[in-house]
Protein backbone atom coordinates (compact mmCIF):
# COMPACT_ATOMS: atom_id res chain seq x y z
CA UNK A 1 0.00 0.00 0.00
CA UNK A 2 2.46 2.38 1.41
CA UNK A 3 4.67 1.07 -1.85
CA UNK A 4 1.91 2.39 -4.64
CA UNK A 5 1.13 5.71 -2.49
CA UNK A 6 5.24 6.62 -3.43
CA UNK A 7 4.72 5.28 -6.60
CA UNK A 8 1.97 7.80 -7.64
CA UNK A 9 3.43 10.88 -5.83
CA UNK A 10 6.76 10.58 -7.43
CA UNK A 11 5.49 10.15 -10.74
CA UNK A 12 3.30 13.45 -10.11
CA UNK A 13 6.43 15.20 -9.61
CA UNK A 14 7.96 14.17 -12.07
CA UNK A 15 5.12 14.46 -14.47
CA UNK A 16 5.55 18.08 -13.59
CA UNK A 17 9.02 18.76 -14.22
CA UNK A 18 8.26 17.01 -17.74
CA UNK A 19 5.28 19.27 -18.35
CA UNK A 20 7.48 22.42 -17.66
CA UNK A 21 10.18 21.31 -20.18
CA UNK A 22 7.72 20.58 -23.02
CA UNK A 23 4.98 23.87 -22.52
CA UNK A 24 8.19 25.86 -21.88
CA UNK A 25 11.03 24.44 -24.85
CA UNK A 26 14.50 25.78 -24.53
CA UNK A 27 13.93 27.66 -21.64
CA UNK A 28 16.70 25.53 -19.80
CA UNK A 29 17.19 28.29 -16.93
CA UNK A 30 13.47 28.34 -15.51
CA UNK A 31 13.65 24.65 -16.01
CA UNK A 32 16.22 24.08 -13.88
CA UNK A 33 14.88 26.29 -11.04
CA UNK A 34 11.68 24.14 -11.70
CA UNK A 35 13.78 20.89 -11.14
CA UNK A 36 15.73 21.75 -8.39
CA UNK A 37 12.86 23.46 -6.22
CA UNK A 38 10.74 20.19 -6.88
CA UNK A 39 13.05 17.58 -6.63
CA UNK A 40 13.76 18.95 -3.09
CA UNK A 41 10.43 19.19 -2.00
CA UNK A 42 9.29 15.40 -3.41
CA UNK A 43 9.28 13.75 -0.44
CA UNK A 44 6.84 16.63 1.20
CA UNK A 45 4.44 15.88 -1.84
CA UNK A 46 4.28 12.42 -0.93
CA UNK A 47 2.71 12.94 2.47
CA UNK A 48 0.06 15.74 1.49
CA UNK A 49 -2.09 14.00 -1.46
CA UNK A 50 -4.66 17.21 -1.57
CA UNK A 51 -1.45 19.21 -3.26
CA UNK A 52 -1.74 16.44 -6.09
CA UNK A 53 -5.44 16.37 -5.78
CA UNK A 54 -5.60 20.83 -5.92
CA UNK A 55 -3.41 20.71 -9.05
CA UNK A 56 -0.75 22.88 -6.86
CA UNK A 57 1.91 21.73 -8.80
CA UNK A 58 0.36 22.38 -11.91
CA UNK A 59 -0.45 26.14 -10.51
CA UNK A 60 2.73 26.58 -8.85
CA UNK A 61 4.73 26.31 -11.91
CA UNK A 62 2.76 28.18 -14.61
CA UNK A 63 3.59 32.05 -13.83
CA UNK A 64 -0.66 33.36 -13.17
CA UNK A 65 0.11 36.59 -15.98
CA UNK A 66 3.02 36.76 -18.73
CA UNK A 67 3.42 40.48 -20.17
CA UNK A 68 5.66 40.68 -23.48
CA UNK A 69 6.10 44.65 -24.68
CA UNK A 70 7.80 46.19 -27.62
CA UNK A 71 10.54 49.09 -26.06
CA UNK A 72 11.35 51.59 -28.66
CA UNK A 73 14.03 54.30 -28.57
CA UNK A 74 15.80 56.29 -29.71
CA UNK A 75 19.69 56.66 -29.28
CA UNK A 76 21.82 59.97 -29.19
CA UNK A 77 22.46 59.97 -32.72
CA UNK A 78 19.03 59.89 -33.81
CA UNK A 79 18.57 56.16 -35.03
CA UNK A 80 15.70 54.07 -33.50
CA UNK A 81 15.98 51.07 -31.89
CA UNK A 82 13.57 48.37 -30.63
CA UNK A 83 14.14 46.04 -27.44
CA UNK A 84 11.27 43.63 -25.51
CA UNK A 85 10.65 44.56 -22.52
CA UNK A 86 8.91 41.74 -19.59
CA UNK A 87 7.11 41.45 -16.89
CA UNK A 88 6.20 37.99 -15.35
CA UNK A 89 3.50 37.74 -12.72
CA UNK A 90 3.96 34.58 -11.24
CA UNK A 91 2.40 34.19 -8.28
CA UNK A 92 0.49 36.33 -5.46
CA UNK A 93 -0.53 33.67 -2.93
CA UNK A 94 0.87 35.61 -0.49
CA UNK A 95 0.59 39.10 -1.18
CA UNK A 96 1.21 41.51 -4.57
CA UNK A 97 3.67 40.53 -7.19
CA UNK A 98 7.20 41.87 -6.19
CA UNK A 99 10.48 41.21 -7.83
CA UNK A 100 13.40 43.35 -9.64
CA UNK A 101 14.04 44.20 -13.13
CA UNK A 102 16.86 42.97 -14.87
CA UNK A 103 18.16 45.15 -18.24
CA UNK A 104 20.83 42.79 -19.84
CA UNK A 105 21.61 41.55 -23.24
CA UNK A 106 20.94 37.72 -22.20
CA UNK A 107 17.20 38.55 -20.94
CA UNK A 108 14.67 35.94 -22.65
CA UNK A 109 11.44 34.25 -21.22
CA UNK A 110 13.54 31.19 -19.46
CA UNK A 111 15.92 33.78 -17.59
CA UNK A 112 12.60 35.78 -16.70
CA UNK A 113 10.72 32.73 -15.45
CA UNK A 114 13.53 31.36 -13.46
CA UNK A 115 14.11 34.54 -11.67
CA UNK A 116 10.22 35.04 -11.63
CA UNK A 117 9.90 31.41 -9.98
CA UNK A 118 12.64 31.65 -7.34
CA UNK A 119 11.55 34.92 -6.08
CA UNK A 120 8.07 33.53 -5.20
CA UNK A 121 9.84 31.16 -2.68
CA UNK A 122 12.40 34.05 -1.49
CA UNK A 123 9.59 36.16 -1.22
CA UNK A 124 7.63 33.54 0.96
CA UNK A 125 10.68 32.72 3.30
CA UNK A 126 11.29 36.83 4.35
CA UNK A 127 7.77 36.49 6.41
CA UNK A 128 6.60 39.45 4.79
CA UNK A 129 3.09 39.32 2.37
CA UNK A 130 4.75 39.73 -0.99
CA UNK A 131 4.11 37.85 -4.21
CA UNK A 132 6.64 36.58 -6.65
CA UNK A 133 7.41 38.68 -10.10
CA UNK A 134 10.52 39.02 -12.34
CA UNK A 135 10.87 41.73 -15.34
CA UNK A 136 13.43 43.51 -17.14
CA UNK A 137 14.54 43.64 -20.92
CA UNK A 138 17.47 42.28 -23.37
CA UNK A 139 18.76 46.53 -23.37
CA UNK A 140 22.25 46.29 -22.47
CA UNK A 141 23.03 49.49 -20.64
CA UNK A 142 26.59 49.34 -20.93
CA UNK A 143 28.43 51.89 -22.61
CA UNK A 144 25.27 54.14 -23.11
CA UNK A 145 24.38 57.61 -22.56
CA UNK A 146 22.50 58.95 -19.21
CA UNK A 147 20.49 60.23 -21.94
CA UNK A 148 19.96 57.05 -23.74
CA UNK A 149 19.27 55.35 -20.11
CA UNK A 150 16.49 57.28 -19.25
CA UNK A 151 14.69 57.45 -23.04
CA UNK A 152 14.58 53.70 -22.54
CA UNK A 153 13.37 53.75 -19.22
CA UNK A 154 10.56 55.94 -20.02
CA UNK A 155 9.87 53.95 -23.29
CA UNK A 156 9.64 50.37 -20.92
CA UNK A 157 7.13 52.69 -18.10
CA UNK A 158 5.30 53.65 -21.09
CA UNK A 159 3.94 50.04 -21.63
CA UNK A 160 4.58 48.83 -17.79
CA UNK A 161 2.87 51.22 -16.00
CA UNK A 162 -0.48 49.79 -16.57
CA UNK A 163 0.47 46.29 -15.05
CA UNK A 164 2.17 47.88 -11.88
CA UNK A 165 0.78 49.36 -8.37
CA UNK A 166 1.48 49.43 -5.23
CA UNK A 167 -1.40 46.60 -4.75
CA UNK A 168 -0.92 44.73 -7.91
CA UNK A 169 2.62 45.03 -8.83
CA UNK A 170 5.90 46.48 -7.28
CA UNK A 171 9.26 46.23 -9.10
CA UNK A 172 12.35 47.19 -8.17
CA UNK A 173 16.33 46.85 -9.50
CA UNK A 174 18.36 43.78 -10.48
CA UNK A 175 21.22 43.35 -12.93
CA UNK A 176 21.48 46.66 -14.78
CA UNK A 177 18.88 48.49 -13.20
CA UNK A 178 20.16 50.52 -10.18
CA UNK A 179 19.34 54.12 -8.59
CA UNK A 180 19.24 55.90 -11.52
CA UNK A 181 17.21 53.89 -13.37
CA UNK A 182 14.48 53.42 -10.49
CA UNK A 183 14.82 57.06 -11.11
CA UNK A 184 13.64 57.11 -14.54
CA UNK A 185 11.34 54.76 -14.45
CA UNK A 186 9.37 56.22 -11.62
CA UNK A 187 9.74 59.94 -12.92
CA UNK A 188 7.63 58.48 -16.35
CA UNK A 189 5.38 56.20 -14.08
CA UNK A 190 4.22 59.67 -12.11
CA UNK A 191 4.01 61.81 -15.49
CA UNK A 192 1.57 59.37 -17.30
CA UNK A 193 -0.25 58.58 -13.74
CA UNK A 194 -0.53 61.91 -12.05
CA UNK A 195 -0.06 60.47 -8.60
CA UNK A 196 3.20 60.02 -6.40
CA UNK A 197 2.71 56.83 -5.61
CA UNK A 198 5.83 55.98 -3.90
CA UNK A 199 4.97 52.39 -2.92
CA UNK A 200 4.89 51.20 -6.51
CA UNK A 201 8.67 50.91 -7.01
CA UNK A 202 11.33 50.16 -4.66
CA UNK A 203 14.93 50.72 -4.49
CA UNK A 204 13.43 54.85 -4.41
CA UNK A 205 16.20 57.78 -3.98
CA UNK A 206 16.44 58.20 0.24
CA UNK A 207 14.67 61.72 -0.44
CA UNK A 208 12.11 60.98 -2.19
CA UNK A 209 10.07 57.47 -1.17
CA UNK A 210 13.11 55.36 -0.72
CA UNK A 211 14.22 53.69 2.45
CA UNK A 212 17.80 53.50 4.03
CA UNK A 213 19.90 50.62 3.69
CA UNK A 214 17.87 49.38 0.67
CA UNK A 215 20.84 50.20 -0.91
CA UNK A 216 23.14 47.61 1.01
CA UNK A 217 20.79 45.53 2.18
CA UNK A 218 21.00 42.31 -0.48
CA UNK A 219 24.98 41.90 0.23
CA UNK A 220 24.64 42.81 4.13
CA UNK A 221 22.06 40.78 4.64
CA UNK A 222 23.86 37.70 2.51
CA UNK A 223 26.91 38.54 5.37
CA UNK A 224 24.16 38.82 8.16
CA UNK A 225 22.77 34.79 6.95
CA UNK A 226 26.49 33.39 6.88
CA UNK A 227 27.40 35.22 10.50
CA UNK A 228 24.43 32.87 11.32
CA UNK A 229 25.77 30.26 9.81
CA UNK A 230 29.41 30.48 10.84
CA UNK A 231 27.86 31.17 14.93
CA UNK A 232 26.76 27.53 15.02
CA UNK A 233 30.18 26.37 14.06
CA UNK A 234 31.95 28.17 16.42
CA UNK A 235 33.40 30.58 13.72
CA UNK A 236 33.16 33.86 12.69
CA UNK A 237 34.32 36.04 9.92
CA UNK A 238 37.84 37.35 11.52
CA UNK A 239 40.56 36.79 9.58
CA UNK A 240 38.76 34.35 6.92
CA UNK A 241 39.81 35.02 3.02
CA UNK A 242 36.80 35.65 1.35
CA UNK A 243 36.41 35.83 -2.77
CA UNK A 244 33.15 37.84 -3.93
CA UNK A 245 32.36 37.63 -7.70
CA UNK A 246 30.86 40.63 -9.27
CA UNK A 247 31.03 44.30 -8.42
CA UNK A 248 27.41 45.12 -8.72
CA UNK A 249 25.52 46.20 -5.73
CA UNK A 250 25.07 43.03 -4.13
CA UNK A 251 29.16 42.79 -4.50
CA UNK A 252 30.22 45.85 -3.07
CA UNK A 253 27.74 45.76 0.09
CA UNK A 254 28.93 42.05 1.04
CA UNK A 255 32.76 43.39 0.54
CA UNK A 256 31.96 46.28 2.66
CA UNK A 257 30.09 44.06 5.68
CA UNK A 258 32.62 41.40 5.21
CA UNK A 259 35.66 43.90 6.51
CA UNK A 260 33.31 45.44 9.00
CA UNK A 261 33.01 42.06 10.51
CA UNK A 262 37.21 41.28 10.20
CA UNK A 263 37.33 39.43 7.35
CA UNK A 264 40.18 39.62 4.35
CA UNK A 265 38.20 39.66 0.60
CA UNK A 266 40.84 39.26 -1.80
CA UNK A 267 39.21 39.34 -5.22
CA UNK A 268 36.46 40.12 -7.63
CA UNK A 269 35.34 40.43 -10.94
CA UNK A 270 33.42 41.93 -14.00
CA UNK A 271 31.85 40.23 -17.13
CA UNK A 272 35.33 40.98 -18.15
CA UNK A 273 37.66 39.52 -16.19
CA UNK A 274 38.91 39.64 -12.00
CA UNK A 275 41.16 41.23 -9.50
CA UNK A 276 43.12 39.59 -7.29
CA UNK A 277 44.89 41.74 -4.05
CA UNK A 278 46.57 39.76 -1.69
CA UNK A 279 46.25 42.72 0.65
CA UNK A 280 42.50 42.98 0.70
CA UNK A 281 40.42 44.98 -1.86
CA UNK A 282 40.07 48.43 -1.35
CA UNK A 283 36.50 49.11 -1.09
CA UNK A 284 36.48 52.66 -2.03
CA UNK A 285 38.32 52.55 -5.23
CA UNK A 286 36.08 49.77 -6.35
CA UNK A 287 32.84 52.31 -5.62
CA UNK A 288 35.03 54.93 -7.77
CA UNK A 289 35.27 52.99 -10.63
CA UNK A 290 31.57 50.76 -10.56
CA UNK A 291 29.21 52.48 -8.54
CA UNK A 292 30.52 56.45 -9.69
CA UNK A 293 32.23 55.73 -12.93
CA UNK A 294 30.64 52.93 -14.31
CA UNK A 295 34.23 51.35 -15.55
CA UNK A 296 35.45 48.32 -15.88
CA UNK A 297 37.29 46.32 -12.92
CA UNK A 298 40.38 45.81 -14.84
CA UNK A 299 40.81 49.86 -13.95
CA UNK A 300 41.79 48.66 -9.91
CA UNK A 301 45.34 47.88 -11.37
CA UNK A 302 45.59 52.17 -11.97
CA UNK A 303 45.65 52.82 -8.45
CA UNK A 304 46.66 49.09 -7.17
CA UNK A 305 49.63 48.34 -9.11
CA UNK A 306 50.90 44.95 -7.19
CA UNK A 307 47.16 43.15 -7.76
CA UNK A 308 47.05 41.00 -10.59
CA UNK A 309 44.53 40.92 -13.12
CA UNK A 310 42.91 37.87 -15.40
CA UNK A 311 40.69 38.65 -18.22
CA UNK A 312 38.99 35.16 -17.78
CA UNK A 313 36.14 35.99 -14.47
CA UNK A 314 35.74 32.29 -14.03
CA UNK A 315 39.31 32.21 -12.66
CA UNK A 316 38.92 33.88 -9.35
CA UNK A 317 37.68 30.66 -8.48
CA UNK A 318 40.83 29.39 -8.39
CA UNK A 319 41.81 31.47 -5.65
CA UNK A 320 42.37 29.68 -2.20
CA UNK A 321 39.72 31.12 0.48
CA UNK A 322 37.79 30.13 3.07
CA UNK A 323 34.30 31.50 2.20
CA UNK A 324 32.91 32.09 -1.22
CA UNK A 325 30.10 34.60 -2.34
CA UNK A 326 29.26 34.02 -5.78
CA UNK A 327 27.60 37.57 -6.40
CA UNK A 328 27.55 37.93 -10.31
CA UNK A 329 25.00 35.99 -12.20
CA UNK A 330 23.26 32.70 -12.64
CA UNK A 331 25.32 29.21 -13.36
CA UNK A 332 28.79 31.20 -12.71
CA UNK A 333 29.91 28.09 -10.96
CA UNK A 334 29.48 24.57 -12.16
CA UNK A 335 31.24 21.37 -11.04
CA UNK A 336 34.78 22.46 -12.03
CA UNK A 337 34.92 25.58 -10.00
CA UNK A 338 32.86 23.93 -7.35
CA UNK A 339 35.82 20.75 -7.22
CA UNK A 340 38.57 23.35 -7.08
CA UNK A 341 36.75 25.78 -4.53
CA UNK A 342 36.60 22.09 -2.36
CA UNK A 343 39.97 20.70 -3.27
CA UNK A 344 41.11 24.38 -2.19
CA UNK A 345 39.72 23.78 1.31
CA UNK A 346 36.71 26.05 0.94
CA UNK A 347 34.68 26.15 4.40
CA UNK A 348 31.31 28.03 3.43
CA UNK A 349 29.75 28.59 -0.16
CA UNK A 350 27.24 31.33 0.02
CA UNK A 351 24.74 32.39 -3.26
CA UNK A 352 23.96 36.08 -3.59
CA UNK A 353 23.31 36.37 -7.17
CA UNK A 354 20.27 34.47 -8.27
CA UNK A 355 20.90 30.51 -8.94
CA UNK A 356 24.81 31.34 -9.08
CA UNK A 357 25.87 27.09 -8.97
CA UNK A 358 24.86 24.75 -10.77
CA UNK A 359 22.67 21.90 -9.28
CA UNK A 360 25.73 19.68 -10.12
CA UNK A 361 28.18 22.62 -8.10
CA UNK A 362 26.25 22.38 -4.97
CA UNK A 363 25.77 18.33 -4.54
CA UNK A 364 29.80 18.67 -4.68
CA UNK A 365 29.46 21.23 -1.88
CA UNK A 366 27.05 19.30 0.09
CA UNK A 367 28.77 15.63 -0.26
CA UNK A 368 32.28 17.61 0.47
CA UNK A 369 30.31 19.04 4.03
CA UNK A 370 31.06 22.40 2.64
CA UNK A 371 28.49 24.78 4.47
CA UNK A 372 26.02 25.86 1.66
CA UNK A 373 23.37 28.41 1.95
CA UNK A 374 21.14 28.48 -1.50
CA UNK A 375 20.28 32.03 -2.70
CA UNK A 376 16.25 32.29 -2.25
CA UNK A 377 17.15 32.28 1.62
CA UNK A 378 20.88 33.83 1.52
CA UNK A 379 19.95 36.82 -0.68
CA UNK A 380 16.33 37.46 0.73
CA UNK A 381 17.76 40.31 2.31
CA UNK A 382 17.19 42.82 -0.84
CA UNK A 383 13.65 42.18 -1.11
CA UNK A 384 12.75 42.06 2.57
CA UNK A 385 14.01 45.92 3.02
CA UNK A 386 12.23 46.27 -0.09
CA UNK A 387 9.05 45.27 1.64
CA UNK A 388 10.06 47.39 4.38
CA UNK A 389 10.56 50.36 1.97
CA UNK A 390 6.63 49.70 0.87
CA UNK A 391 5.96 49.55 5.04
CA UNK A 392 7.31 52.78 5.32
CA UNK A 393 6.01 54.17 2.34
CA UNK A 394 2.04 52.79 3.35
CA UNK A 395 2.43 55.12 6.78
CA UNK A 396 3.95 57.88 5.11
CA UNK A 397 7.59 57.85 7.33
CA UNK A 398 11.46 57.45 7.14
CA UNK A 399 13.12 54.88 9.91
CA UNK A 400 16.73 55.58 10.39
CA UNK A 401 19.69 53.25 8.44
CA UNK A 402 19.69 51.96 12.36
CA UNK A 403 16.68 50.90 12.85
CA UNK A 404 16.23 49.29 9.07
CA UNK A 405 19.23 47.82 9.88
CA UNK A 406 18.46 46.15 13.07
CA UNK A 407 15.37 44.93 11.13
CA UNK A 408 16.92 43.48 7.91
CA UNK A 409 19.58 41.39 10.67
CA UNK A 410 16.12 39.91 12.13
CA UNK A 411 14.89 38.89 9.09
CA UNK A 412 18.02 37.01 8.04
CA UNK A 413 18.37 35.49 11.66
CA UNK A 414 14.77 34.32 11.31
CA UNK A 415 15.15 32.60 7.74
CA UNK A 416 17.98 31.02 8.60
CA UNK A 417 16.46 29.71 11.84
CA UNK A 418 13.14 28.39 10.37
CA UNK A 419 15.37 26.83 7.27
CA UNK A 420 17.60 24.88 9.73
CA UNK A 421 14.45 24.07 11.82
CA UNK A 422 12.74 22.54 8.81
CA UNK A 423 15.85 20.62 7.27
CA UNK A 424 15.74 19.13 11.38
CA UNK A 425 12.45 18.16 11.23
CA UNK A 426 12.41 16.18 7.61
CA UNK A 427 15.92 14.86 9.57
CA UNK A 428 18.34 16.60 6.86
CA UNK A 429 19.88 17.92 9.47
CA UNK A 430 22.48 20.87 7.56
CA UNK A 431 20.67 20.59 4.26
CA UNK A 432 19.56 24.29 3.90
CA UNK A 433 18.84 23.69 0.07
CA UNK A 434 15.99 21.22 1.26
CA UNK A 435 14.78 23.43 4.18
CA UNK A 436 14.49 26.75 2.39
CA UNK A 437 12.79 25.20 -0.56
CA UNK A 438 9.99 23.40 1.90
CA UNK A 439 9.38 26.10 4.05
CA UNK A 440 8.48 28.49 1.15
CA UNK A 441 7.00 25.71 -0.36
CA UNK A 442 4.50 24.76 2.00
CA UNK A 443 3.76 28.43 2.60
CA UNK A 444 2.84 29.38 -0.58
CA UNK A 445 0.91 25.94 -1.46
CA UNK A 446 -1.27 26.57 1.64
CA UNK A 447 -2.18 29.88 1.14
CA UNK A 448 -2.89 29.05 -2.70
CA UNK A 449 -5.05 25.43 -1.20
CA UNK A 450 -6.88 28.60 1.43
CA UNK A 451 -7.72 30.94 -1.87
CA UNK A 452 -9.27 27.99 -4.29
CA UNK A 453 -8.72 27.26 -7.67
CA UNK A 454 -7.58 30.35 -9.37
N1 LIG B 1 20.09 43.98 -6.43
C1 LIG B 1 19.45 43.23 -5.56
O1 LIG B 1 18.85 43.71 -4.59
C2 LIG B 1 19.46 41.75 -5.70
C3 LIG B 1 20.19 41.11 -6.69
N2 LIG B 1 20.26 39.74 -6.72
C4 LIG B 1 21.07 39.04 -7.70
O2 LIG B 1 22.44 39.36 -7.51
C5 LIG B 1 23.15 39.29 -8.75
C6 LIG B 1 23.86 40.60 -9.00
O3 LIG B 1 22.89 41.64 -9.06
P1 LIG B 1 23.26 43.17 -8.82
O4 LIG B 1 24.47 43.28 -8.00
O5 LIG B 1 22.02 43.84 -8.39
O6 LIG B 1 23.56 43.64 -10.30
P2 LIG B 1 24.56 44.78 -10.82
O7 LIG B 1 24.14 45.10 -12.18
O8 LIG B 1 24.67 45.87 -9.82
O9 LIG B 1 25.94 44.00 -10.83
C7 LIG B 1 26.17 42.84 -11.55
C8 LIG B 1 27.66 42.61 -11.55
O10 LIG B 1 27.94 41.32 -12.04
C9 LIG B 1 28.96 41.42 -13.04
N3 LIG B 1 28.81 40.31 -13.95
C10 LIG B 1 27.81 40.06 -14.82
N4 LIG B 1 28.05 38.92 -15.48
C11 LIG B 1 29.20 38.44 -14.98
C12 LIG B 1 29.99 37.29 -15.22
N5 LIG B 1 29.59 36.41 -16.13
N6 LIG B 1 31.11 37.11 -14.50
C13 LIG B 1 31.50 38.01 -13.58
N7 LIG B 1 30.81 39.11 -13.31
C14 LIG B 1 29.70 39.33 -14.00
C15 LIG B 1 28.75 42.78 -13.66
O11 LIG B 1 29.92 43.24 -14.30
C16 LIG B 1 28.41 43.60 -12.41
O12 LIG B 1 29.58 43.96 -11.74
C17 LIG B 1 22.10 38.90 -9.78
O13 LIG B 1 22.08 37.50 -9.90
C18 LIG B 1 20.79 39.37 -9.15
O14 LIG B 1 19.69 38.67 -9.66
C19 LIG B 1 19.64 38.99 -5.77
C20 LIG B 1 18.90 39.56 -4.78
C21 LIG B 1 18.67 40.97 -4.73
O1 LIG C 1 13.69 44.25 -4.02
C1 LIG C 1 13.04 43.62 -4.80
O2 LIG C 1 11.84 43.75 -4.98
C2 LIG C 1 13.65 42.58 -5.71
C3 LIG C 1 15.02 42.13 -5.41
C4 LIG C 1 15.37 41.06 -6.39
O3 LIG C 1 15.25 41.27 -7.58
C5 LIG C 1 15.75 39.75 -5.94
O4 LIG C 1 15.55 39.43 -4.76
O5 LIG C 1 16.26 38.95 -6.76
Given at each position: ?246 S ?18 IALSD?DGMVYDPEGID??SV?EIK??R?GRIVEYLKTHPSAEYND?S??I ?138
Amino acid sequence: MSNSIELTQESYVDSIIERVVVRNPGETEFHQAVREVLESIKPVVELYPEFEENGILERLTEPERQIIFRVPWVDDQGNVHVNRGYRIEFNSALGPYKGGLRFHPTVYPGIMKFLAFEQTFKNALTGRPIGGAKGGSDFDPKGKSDSEVMRFCQSFMTELYRHIGAQTDIPAGDIGVGNREIGYLFGQYKRITNRFEAGTLTGKGVDWGGSLARTEATGYGLVYFVDEMLKDIGETFEGKKVIVSGSGNVAIYTVQKVIELGGKVIALSDSDGMVYDPEGIDLNSVIEIKEKRRGRIVEYLKTHPSAEYNDNSKNIWKIECDIAFPCATQNEIDMEEAKTLVNNGVLVVAEGANMPCTPEAIECFQKNNVLFAPAKAANAGGVATSALEMTQNSMWESWSFEEVDKKLREVMKNIYSSIKTTAEEYKKDGDLVFGANVTAFLKVARAMMDQGIV
